[in-house]
Each structure stands twice: as structure tokens, then as C-alpha cells.
């Protein structure tokens, strides 16, 4: 595979909600993409996610809400943001979001961060801001992860 098309892939897969960073950064690493340049490329479209989101749930959400099939997804979605989400932002405020955002598990992230950030009324600059702080230390978390593991993993693999 070639760099463009592994560079689309790397920020095609952190940019979606169901992967992220956990699907951007190994499979850049995984295609022999250096981890200097799959760490900040993949942060660097994980982050977008919050100005996307933001400007999605303020102009096509409203119109969205009028579909029967799109109220209930998107209520469920909410409810299970602000569950998750509610604890640690009344205690913390926007470092409670940073720091949900920060871990690389799957349901946390930069998705469910900025809409749990927008249904609990933190502003949109506090949401930008704890989205990338989290996005930043997310994508250090799994970069160094996967290094670690590559190089233990190496171990085991005799040189020819």
C-alpha cells in the first residue's frame, strides 16, 4: 500500500466513532508508517472530531430531530454519554472531559467527549480545548502502547 492511500485510510479511521485513535494509530504502525508521523497525522484528525461534531449538533441535529428513527438513536446515544460523563464533569468541569477523552477504551472519546461536553452545557471553546488535550494524550497512550508491544513482540521474531 502506498503512503497517500495508507494517510487516507490512518485519518479516515481516526476521524469514525467506532474506532478512533484505537483504529487509526495501529493501522498507520501496522502499515509501516513511522509512529513520528502516525501520531500526530492521527491526532491531528481525532481533534477534528470536536469542531465536526459541534457544528453537526448545532445545525443538522435540529432538523434530524423531527425522524422518529434518528430521536430514538440519538437519545439512547445521549443518555449513555450523560451516564458516563455526568460524575466526572460535575466534579472536574472540563478536565473531567479531557480526562474521559483520554482514555483510549472503546465509548470513550472524542465522539462521545464532545457530546456528553454539549448536552451537559459546557462551552464550546472549554469543549475544544478538553477534546484536544484528551485526543493528544489518547493518541500518546496507544502510540506508546503499540510501540512497546512491537518491540517486546520483536523479541520472539529471529532475525534472518
Partial sequence: MNTPSILVWTGLLSFLPISELRGGIPFALASGLPWYWAYPFAVGFNALVAPACWLFLSTMHKCLLTLPWYQHF????????????????TKWGWLGIAAFVAIPFPITGAWTGTLGAWVLGISKGKT?????????IAGAIVTTVLMLGLQAFSL?????
Fill in 156 to 160: 520472539f521474531i529471529k532475525n534472518l
Fill in 128 to 136: 475544544m480545548i478538553a477534546v484536544v488535550v484528551g485526543v493528544i
Fill in 74 to 89: 440519538f437519545d439512547r446515544f445521549v443518555e449513555r454519554a450523560r451516564v458516563k460523563l455526568h460524575k466526572g464533569v
